[in-house]
Protein backbone atom coordinates (compact mmCIF):
# COMPACT_ATOMS: atom_id res chain seq x y z
CA UNK A 1 0.00 0.00 0.00
CA UNK A 2 1.50 3.15 -1.11
CA UNK A 3 1.86 6.22 1.76
CA UNK A 4 -1.07 8.38 1.72
CA UNK A 5 -0.10 11.81 2.23
CA UNK A 6 -2.61 15.18 2.96
CA UNK A 7 -0.96 18.42 2.60
CA UNK A 8 -1.45 22.02 3.58
CA UNK A 9 0.26 25.16 2.67
CA UNK A 10 -1.26 28.85 2.28
CA UNK A 11 0.02 28.70 -0.98
CA UNK A 12 -1.17 27.17 -4.07
CA UNK A 13 2.18 27.13 -6.37
CA UNK A 14 3.78 25.42 -2.94
CA UNK A 15 0.68 22.55 -2.88
CA UNK A 16 1.07 22.20 -6.63
CA UNK A 17 5.43 21.90 -5.78
CA UNK A 18 4.85 19.17 -3.52
CA UNK A 19 2.42 17.16 -5.84
CA UNK A 20 4.96 17.37 -8.75
CA UNK A 21 7.50 16.24 -6.41
CA UNK A 22 5.21 13.16 -5.23
CA UNK A 23 3.67 12.11 -8.65
CA UNK A 24 6.80 10.45 -10.04
CA UNK A 25 6.67 8.49 -6.51
CA UNK A 26 4.63 5.13 -7.09
CA UNK A 27 4.52 4.14 -2.96
CA UNK A 28 3.68 8.02 -1.85
CA UNK A 29 0.14 9.13 -2.57
CA UNK A 30 -1.75 12.49 -2.17
CA UNK A 31 -4.96 11.58 -0.53
CA UNK A 32 -6.00 15.43 -0.18
CA UNK A 33 -4.94 19.06 -0.03
CA UNK A 34 -5.66 22.62 1.49
CA UNK A 35 -4.69 25.93 1.84
CA UNK A 36 -6.81 26.06 4.70
CA UNK A 37 -5.63 24.86 8.36
CA UNK A 38 -9.08 24.46 9.94
CA UNK A 39 -9.82 22.64 6.58
CA UNK A 40 -7.02 20.03 7.07
CA UNK A 41 -7.91 18.40 10.48
CA UNK A 42 -11.50 17.93 8.53
CA UNK A 43 -9.41 16.14 5.63
CA UNK A 44 -7.54 14.04 8.40
CA UNK A 45 -10.48 12.63 10.14
CA UNK A 46 -11.94 11.74 6.63
CA UNK A 47 -9.10 10.15 4.98
CA UNK A 48 -6.92 8.72 7.96
CA UNK A 49 -3.58 9.53 6.11
CA UNK A 50 0.00 7.89 7.11
CA UNK A 51 1.50 11.07 7.11
CA UNK A 52 0.14 14.89 7.25
CA UNK A 53 2.33 17.04 5.30
CA UNK A 54 2.15 20.83 6.69
CA UNK A 55 3.58 24.50 5.26
CA UNK A 56 4.68 27.46 7.48
CA UNK A 57 3.87 29.94 8.37
CA UNK A 58 -0.10 29.32 9.09
CA UNK A 59 -2.63 32.15 8.37
CA UNK A 60 -5.27 30.66 10.46
CA UNK A 61 -3.93 28.54 13.67
CA UNK A 62 -1.13 29.03 15.46
CA UNK A 63 1.69 25.55 15.12
CA UNK A 64 0.82 23.84 18.36
CA UNK A 65 -2.79 23.81 18.15
CA UNK A 66 -3.00 23.14 14.65
CA UNK A 67 -0.69 19.50 15.20
CA UNK A 68 -2.29 18.96 18.10
CA UNK A 69 -5.86 19.13 16.47
CA UNK A 70 -4.34 16.59 13.70
CA UNK A 71 -2.89 14.56 16.00
CA UNK A 72 -6.28 14.03 17.71
CA UNK A 73 -8.43 13.36 14.44
CA UNK A 74 -6.08 11.08 13.28
CA UNK A 75 -7.55 7.47 13.16
CA UNK A 76 -4.89 5.02 15.06
CA UNK A 77 -2.30 4.95 14.22
CA UNK A 78 -1.81 8.28 14.50
CA UNK A 79 -0.33 10.35 11.48
CA UNK A 80 3.23 11.23 11.28
CA UNK A 81 3.44 15.02 10.97
CA UNK A 82 5.92 16.85 8.91
CA UNK A 83 6.78 20.21 8.48
CA UNK A 84 7.85 22.67 6.17
CA UNK A 85 9.59 25.88 6.67
CA UNK A 86 11.60 28.57 5.50
CA UNK A 87 14.69 28.98 7.55
CA UNK A 88 13.05 32.42 9.01
CA UNK A 89 10.48 30.44 11.10
CA UNK A 90 12.69 28.71 13.12
CA UNK A 91 10.68 29.75 16.35
CA UNK A 92 7.42 28.35 14.93
CA UNK A 93 9.57 24.90 14.24
CA UNK A 94 10.55 24.23 17.27
CA UNK A 95 6.51 24.90 18.73
CA UNK A 96 5.88 22.06 16.12
CA UNK A 97 8.78 19.75 17.38
CA UNK A 98 6.93 20.24 21.53
CA UNK A 99 3.99 19.33 19.91
CA UNK A 100 4.73 16.16 18.10
CA UNK A 101 5.91 16.83 14.97
CA UNK A 102 8.01 13.71 13.86
CA UNK A 103 9.77 15.43 10.50
CA UNK A 104 11.05 18.57 9.21
CA UNK A 105 11.74 19.60 5.80
CA UNK A 106 13.31 22.82 4.60
CA UNK A 107 11.11 24.56 1.94
CA UNK A 108 14.33 24.99 0.08
CA UNK A 109 15.67 21.73 0.31
CA UNK A 110 16.31 19.47 -2.28
CA UNK A 111 12.71 17.17 -3.60
CA UNK A 112 14.89 14.23 -2.23
CA UNK A 113 15.03 15.21 1.31
CA UNK A 114 11.38 15.62 1.51
CA UNK A 115 10.65 12.62 -0.57
CA UNK A 116 13.34 10.33 2.41
CA UNK A 117 11.68 12.73 5.31
CA UNK A 118 8.15 11.41 4.48
CA UNK A 119 9.07 8.09 3.97
CA UNK A 120 10.78 8.01 7.20
CA UNK A 121 8.34 9.40 9.45
CA UNK A 122 5.30 6.91 7.99
CA UNK A 123 7.78 4.10 8.89
CA UNK A 124 7.92 5.41 12.32
CA UNK A 125 11.23 7.48 12.21
CA UNK A 126 11.72 11.13 12.96
CA UNK A 127 13.69 13.26 10.56
CA UNK A 128 15.33 16.32 10.91
CA UNK A 129 16.56 17.37 7.30
CA UNK A 130 20.70 18.22 6.93
CA UNK A 131 19.51 21.53 6.04
CA UNK A 132 16.98 22.24 9.08
CA UNK A 133 19.00 20.65 11.26
CA UNK A 134 21.74 23.59 10.53
CA UNK A 135 19.14 25.86 10.70
CA UNK A 136 17.97 24.71 14.27
CA UNK A 137 21.75 24.87 15.93
CA UNK A 138 22.00 28.55 14.79
CA UNK A 139 18.72 30.08 16.09
CA UNK A 140 19.45 27.95 19.32
CA UNK A 141 23.15 29.68 19.75
CA UNK A 142 21.29 32.87 19.42
CA UNK A 143 18.53 32.27 22.57
CA UNK A 144 20.49 34.67 25.21
CA UNK A 145 21.92 32.17 27.59
CA UNK A 146 21.80 32.51 31.62
CA UNK A 147 23.47 35.54 33.31
CA UNK A 148 23.43 37.82 35.96
CA UNK A 149 20.19 39.87 33.83
CA UNK A 150 18.38 37.43 35.86
CA UNK A 151 17.18 39.45 38.75
CA UNK A 152 16.74 42.71 36.19
CA UNK A 153 14.24 40.09 33.87
CA UNK A 154 12.44 38.61 36.49
CA UNK A 155 11.49 42.43 37.74
CA UNK A 156 10.77 43.63 34.35
CA UNK A 157 7.54 41.27 34.38
CA UNK A 158 4.20 41.59 35.95
CA UNK A 159 3.27 38.72 38.46
CA UNK A 160 0.27 38.08 35.18
CA UNK A 161 3.17 38.02 32.62
CA UNK A 162 4.81 35.70 34.67
CA UNK A 163 2.18 33.78 34.66
CA UNK A 164 0.84 33.79 31.24
CA UNK A 165 4.68 32.59 30.60
CA UNK A 166 4.60 30.04 32.40
CA UNK A 167 1.02 28.18 30.81
CA UNK A 168 2.85 28.85 27.64
CA UNK A 169 5.76 27.22 28.66
CA UNK A 170 3.68 24.30 29.32
CA UNK A 171 2.82 24.09 25.85
CA UNK A 172 -0.96 25.40 26.35
CA UNK A 173 -2.10 27.43 23.44
CA UNK A 174 -3.19 31.25 23.18
CA UNK A 175 -6.95 29.82 23.45
CA UNK A 176 -6.27 27.34 26.70
CA UNK A 177 -4.19 30.18 28.33
CA UNK A 178 -7.48 32.30 27.99
CA UNK A 179 -9.70 29.47 29.55
CA UNK A 180 -7.06 29.02 32.78
CA UNK A 181 -7.23 32.45 33.19
CA UNK A 182 -10.57 33.41 32.72
CA UNK A 183 -9.51 36.20 30.07
CA UNK A 184 -9.75 36.53 26.27
CA UNK A 185 -7.47 34.71 23.52
CA UNK A 186 -6.63 38.80 22.66
CA UNK A 187 -5.56 39.81 26.40
CA UNK A 188 -3.08 36.53 26.67
CA UNK A 189 -1.54 37.85 23.10
CA UNK A 190 -1.11 40.94 24.50
CA UNK A 191 0.61 39.83 27.67
CA UNK A 192 2.74 37.92 25.47
CA UNK A 193 3.75 41.00 23.26
CA UNK A 194 4.85 42.98 26.54
CA UNK A 195 6.63 39.77 27.10
CA UNK A 196 8.17 39.41 24.34
CA UNK A 197 8.91 43.35 24.00
CA UNK A 198 10.59 43.51 27.81
CA UNK A 199 12.80 41.03 26.91
CA UNK A 200 14.15 42.01 23.75
CA UNK A 201 13.13 39.11 22.04
CA UNK A 202 11.48 38.11 18.96
CA UNK A 203 9.26 35.61 19.35
CA UNK A 204 7.31 33.05 21.38
CA UNK A 205 9.42 30.18 21.26
CA UNK A 206 12.70 32.44 22.25
CA UNK A 207 10.97 33.81 25.30
CA UNK A 208 9.66 30.06 26.63
CA UNK A 209 13.57 29.29 25.99
CA UNK A 210 14.92 31.61 27.90
CA UNK A 211 12.28 31.06 30.82
CA UNK A 212 13.57 27.62 31.15
CA UNK A 213 17.18 28.46 30.75
CA UNK A 214 16.64 31.44 33.64
CA UNK A 215 15.15 28.52 35.98
CA UNK A 216 11.95 30.73 36.01
CA UNK A 217 9.56 27.86 35.63
CA UNK A 218 11.50 25.36 38.50
CA UNK A 219 10.83 28.03 40.71
CA UNK A 220 7.08 28.92 39.24
CA UNK A 221 6.55 25.14 39.50
CA UNK A 222 7.73 24.99 43.02
CA UNK A 223 5.61 27.56 44.10
CA UNK A 224 2.43 26.18 43.30
CA UNK A 225 3.20 22.50 44.57
Do not use: N
Amino acid sequence: MPVRVIVHDRQTFTLLGVRAVFEPERDIEIAGETRSARHLVSLVREHGPDVVLIGLPLSDLDVLELVRRVLEAGRPPVPGVVVMAAPKYEGSLLDALRAGVRGVAGKESPPSELVRTVRAVAAGGAVLTATMTGHLLDWAARVPVASGVRASVVAALSGRERRVLELVSRGLSDAEVAAELHVSTATVRSHMHHVTAKLGMSGRTQVVAFAYRQGLMVEESARGA
